[in-house]
């Protein structure tokens, strides 16, 4: 498949920026979904020795809170 992309970028090489931020994009997403798996207090990888790593957080971590309220009812 690596050799056809190649072909392609030498017939065409105006297809060379297209390839490169498709290529730039596809990291990019794949690096944020791997910091998100890897470093967020949410996500439990280890589920006998630290089943609710959300409380390990101290009073001057970062976290985020939701409020989630239901419409109509006062």
Known sequence: MLRRILGQAKKHPSLIP???FIGAGGT???MYVMRLALF???VSW???NNPEPWNKLGPNDQYKRILMLA???E
Request: net charge neutral; aromatic share 6%; glycine share 14%.
């Open 18 to 20: 297209l390839f490169i």
């Open 28 to 30: 990019g997403a794949a």
């Open 40 to 42: 967020n207090p949410d």
């Open 46 to 48: 280890d589920r006998k």
């Open 71 to 73: 419409h109509g009812t």
